[in-house]
C-alpha cells in the first residue's frame, strides 16, 4: 500500500514537472497573466499539451483541451491552480468539466481573487479529483515575479554579467568577454523576462540592440527600460533606430526638451525623476515599472550600475557567465570589482557552453 502512494506521487511530480516545462515557453511574454503549463494523461501516457499564449490569452487548460481528443477520464496536470471566473475567456474550469476529466492536479493556489481557492469547490461539485500542492516548493520558486505582484507589489529584478577568469568585465581588444554559446543563452534567457533593464552609458559604449537574436524567440524580445540620468543617450543609438518596433521607456532627471521631443519622435517614452540618487529613489523606479505592467525584470548593464544594485539589495538572482581565460593586460574595469567578488559563485547551471560556465546565484 505505501509502494502504491509513493509511485502515485511519483507519477504526479513526473507529469507535472512536464507542464512546468510547458509553462517555460513563453514565461516572461503572457502579459498579466501567468503563464501556465498543461498536460493532459490518459493510461499513463500524455495525450495533449499547452501553455498559456503570448500576451496572456488563451490560457494553458483551453489550449491543451480545445483538441478533437477523448479527454474522458483523463488527468490533467497544471502549474497553477486553473481559473474559475469568466473574463475575456471562459473560465477553465468550464472546459475542464465539459472535456469530463477525472482528476486535476495542480501545483499552487492562484492569488487572483477572482479565482483564489475556487476551482476545488467547483470541480469536487462535479466529483472531479483535485489534488493540490504537486512540486510546491518548485511551484512558489517559479512563481517568484507572479506572487510579488500580489504580495509586496513589486516586479522580480535579476541580472546577468560576463567575467573573465580574473574578473574583469571589460575587454580591450574585443566587445565579449565569453564565447558565443554564451552569448547565445543570454538571448535566450533575454526571452524569459518582460523588460530589460539597461544604462545609457552601457548602451552607448556597446552601441546594443537588446533584443533576441535566436531564429523564433525575435516576438520575445522584451521592452527595454533606460537608466538615464542627463539624457547622454546617442541619438544615432541602434536601439533608438528600433524604437518604434518595441516599446522604450527612458527615466531622465534632465531637463533638456530639445532631446527629450527627439526621443518622443522617436517613439521613446520618456519619464522626469526627481532625483536618482538613493535606494528610495529607485524604489520609485520600480514600482512604476509594476504600475507599467513589467513583472519580470532583467538588468544588463555595466559592473557600477549592477553594484550599485546589489548592494542595496535590489537583485533576486544573479546570473554570471564567466570564461575560462585570463585577460590580465587586456581586462579593465569601470570600477572596483571587489564586491563582485565577494559574491561565491555556486550552483552550476547545466548548461554546455564549451569551456564557459554559467551561474546562478541566488541573492535572496
Known amino acids: 500500500?505505501?509502494?502504491?502512494?509513493?509511485?502515485?506521487?511519483?507519477?504526479?511530480?513526473?507529469?507535472?514537472?512536464?507542464?512546468?516545462?510547458?509553462?517555460?515557453?513563453?514565461?516572461?511574454?503572457?502579459?498579466?497573466?501567468?503563464?501556465?503549463?498543461?498536460?493532459?494523461?490518459?493510461?499513463?501516457?500524455?495525450?495533449?499539451?499547452?501553455?498559456?499564449?503570448?500576451?496572456?490569452?488563451?490560457?494553458?487548460?483551453?489550449?491543451?483541451?480545445?483538441?478533437?481528443?477523448?479527454?474522458?477520464?483523463?488527468?490533467?496536470?497544471?502549474?497553477?491552480?486553473?481559473?474559475?471566473?469568466?473574463?475575456?475567456?471562459?473560465?477553465?474550469?468550464?472546459?475542464?468539466?465539459?472535456?469530463?476529466?477525472?482528476?486535476?492536479?495542480?501545483?499552487?493556489?492562484?492569488?487572483?481573487?477572482?479565482?483564489?481557492?475556487?476551482?476545488?469547490?467547483?470541480?469536487?461539485?462535479?466529483?472531479?479529483?483535485?489534488?493540490?500542492?504537486?512540486?510546491?516548493?518548485?511551484?512558489?520558486?517559479?512563481?517568484?515575479?507572479?506572487?510579488?505582484?500580489?504580495?509586496?507589489?513589486?516586479?522580480?529584478?535579476?541580472?546577468?554579467?560576463?567575467?573573465?577568469?580574473?574578473?574583469?568585465?571589460?575587454n580591450k581588444k574585443s566587445k565579449y568577454i565569453t564565447n558565443e554559446h554564451s552569448i547565445q543563452r543570454g538571448h535566450l534567457l533575454r526571452s524569459k523576462y518582460d523588460c530589460i533593464l539597461a544604462t545609457s552609458k552601457s548602451i552607448n559604449e556597446d552601441n546594443s540592440i537588446l533584443n533576441c537574436r535566436i531564429k523564433g524567440l525575435e516576438n520575445q524580445s522584451p521592452s527595454i527600460v533606460i537608466i538615464d540620468r542627463n539624457l547622454n543617450i546617442k541619438k544615432k543609438s541602434k536601439i533608438l533606430a528600433h524604437a518604434k518596433q518595441k516599446k522604450i521607456y527612458l527615466f531622465t532627471t534632465s531637463s533638456n526638451k530639445e532631446k527629450e521631443f527627439f526621443l518622443k519622435n522617436k517613439g521613446v517614452k520618456v519619464y522626469k525623476i526627481k532625483s536618482m540618487r538613493t535606494k528610495v529613489d529607485f524604489n520609485k523606479i520600480f514600482e512604476i515599472l509594476y504600475m507599467l505592467g513589467f513583472y519580470r525584470v532583467f538588468v544588463e548593464a555595466g559592473l557600477t550600475f549592477l553594484t550599485y544594485l546589489l548592494k542595496n539589495n535590489f537583485i533576486d538572482s544573479l546570473y554570471t557567465f564567466k570564461s575560462s581565460f585570463s585577460l590580465k593586460k587586456k581586462g579593465y574595469n569601470f570600477t572596483d570589482n571587489s564586491f563582485l567578488k565577494k559574491i561565491k559563485l555556486k550552483n552550476k547551471i547545466k548548461v554546455n557552453l564549451y569551456e564557459d560556465i554559467l551561474y546562478k546565484n541566488k541573492l535572496k
Open 1 to 170: 500500500m505505501a509502494s502504491q502512494k509513493k509511485l502515485f506521487n511519483q507519477t504526479c511530480r513526473n507529469f507535472t514537472k512536464l507542464a512546468f516545462e510547458q509553462a517555460k515557453i513563453y514565461i516572461g511574454s503572457t502579459g498579466k497573466n501567468p503563464s501556465v503549463g498543461c498536460i493532459a494523461v490518459k493510461k499513463n501516457s500524455v495525450i495533449s499539451s499547452g501553455n498559456t499564449s503570448m500576451n496572456g490569452r488563451p490560457h494553458a487548460e483551453f489550449n491543451c483541451l480545445n483538441k478533437n481528443i477523448n479527454f474522458a477520464g483523463a488527468d490533467l496536470y497544471i502549474t497553477l491552480e486553473p481559473c474559475s471566473h469568466k473574463g475575456l475567456t471562459p473560465a477553465c474550469t468550464n472546459i475542464i468539466i465539459k472535456k469530463k476529466i477525472k482528476r486535476v492536479f495542480f501545483s499552487l493556489f492562484d492569488l487572483d481573487k477572482r479565482s483564489s481557492y475556487k476551482s476545488l469547490k467547483i470541480l469536487n461539485k462535479k466529483k472531479i479529483f483535485v489534488k493540490t500542492g504537486v512540486l510546491n516548493k518548485y511551484g512558489n520558486l517559479f512563481y517568484k515575479s507572479y506572487l510579488l505582484k500580489y504580495t509586496k507589489k513589486i516586479p522580480l529584478v535579476d541580472a546577468k554579467i560576463a567575467i573573465s577568469k580574473d574578473y574583469f568585465t571589460k
